[in-house]
């Protein structure tokens, strides 16, 4: 018997719990200036009860070619990835009016 989601009630293969928390996400997309004058894209927001944050720092590392981190519930890109974060965000499923880019 396949297991069953304790949020949504359904088989952990119908799961729709992430994509509905997707859409429901406040996500803001910063710059911050870090030691010596490095730039530091911050993406912050995250419910991580619902989202797998690590996942998605690996994919936002990828996508960006840059290095990162996850801390809390934000992401740490090094570099200016403003706009390449929020593309790739959109493309996998966050609501383009839920991503605050500053």
């Known amino acids: 018997m396949p297991e069953i989601c304790p949020i949504c009630g359904l088989p952990k293969d119908l799961c729709v719990c992430e994509e509905i928390a997707k859409e429901e996400q406040k996500i803001k997309v910063y710059v911050t200036k870090r030691r010596f004058g490095k730039l530091m894209t911050v993406v912050d927001g995250f419910d ?18 840059c290095g990162g981190t996850v801390k809390k519930d934000s992401i740490e890109l090094q570099g200016d990835h403003r706009r390449k974060a929020e593309e790739t965000l959109i493309k996998m499923g966050f609501s383009k009016d839920m991503i605050d880019v500053r």
Do not use: N, P, R, S
Request: with cysteine.
């Open 48 to 65: 991580a009860d619902l989202i797998d944050v690590k996942d998605l720092a690996k994919k936002l590392k990828d996508i960006c070619a």
